[in-house]
């Protein structure tokens, strides 16, 4: 007969198997799980450690690269701009580095590197004040904003044209005063440099029959649209001495966002564009594509879209 002390022997029977499942649960089988995270765990940092230890070699190699680049761009450009007047302008705002890793090398093509302009967001012309101090400082009528600006890019381009530079008054200074612009000079003279005398400050400059780089992109203040491309355009249909640069990335739409723009315009045919100013290589292809104006020769370098070549071809 099945009487109320069975039914508790079998419920503690129960319950004592129950514990004795939870106790065996939490030892035997989450050891077991444990033992295997830590044994995946042990492989994922050998792997990471594996793969550092890959990049910081890769790394090295790179940078062994960069300087072995670097040491034969300096090489192969030596005396291909001998005494020839070369300006670089650029928009405040893009990456200073490639601009100066520019400016050294054509100081070691033996250029006269009359120095860099910045434009600064003043030329926004984002009120009257700025558009009537614009006006003021080029002798222009004061109009719309976009009219006073284009008129002033004119005449910066313009001025690569003078024939007696020293007797006519320089927008540039004019603008440097009025604080749209600001001037850095050329970069420290090497064994290799330009023996040229250059004016000390922008009111000597342009020198006669200057050739130069325009650089902007990723990070100007302001807009490629708004000073850099009307300015590139201004250069090109003015004497045809002009190349446009820009640094980029190798991501969508990291490339070519300014040059990119100028190679698919009717004035292309009479300037040269540069999408990779950040590399040696890129740096390289400004310096011969400032040679090939000489020609003329024009062409579109680098490695983004619409780029011709890597480098230009030098041939007689």
Known sequence: MINLRYHIVSLVAVFLALGLGIVMGTTVIDRVTVDALNNKLDAVERSVGATRDENGKLKSDVDRGRDFAV??????LKGHLRNIPVMVVAISGVDRRPVDDLRQALAGAQATVEGTIWFTSKMRLTSDNDVRSLATALDLAFDRPEVVRRLALAKVAGAATREAAATETSPLAALQTAGFLTFEGPPPPTSTSTTAILPATLAGLPLANTR?????????????????????????????????????????????????????????????????????????????????????????????????????????
């Open 71 to 76: 040491t034969t761009r300096d090489q192969l």
């Open 212 to 316: 130069y780089v325009v650089v902007s992109g990723a990070g100007a203040e302001v807009g490629d649209d708004v000073v850099a491309i009307p300015l590139v355009q201004a250069y090109a249909q003015a004497s045809g001495r002009v190349v446009a640069a820009e640094s980029g990335q190798d991501t969508d739409g990291g490339r070519a966002v300014f040059v990119g723009l100028l190679r698919r315009d009717v004035a292309a045919a009479r300037l040269s564009t540069v999408d990779n100013l950040e590399s040696a290589m890129g740096q390289t292809a400004a310096v011969l594509a400032l040679e090939d104006l000489g020609v003329p020769r024009y062409g579109n370098y680098g490695v983004g879209r619409d780029a011709q070549r890597i480098l230009p071809t030098q041939t007689p």
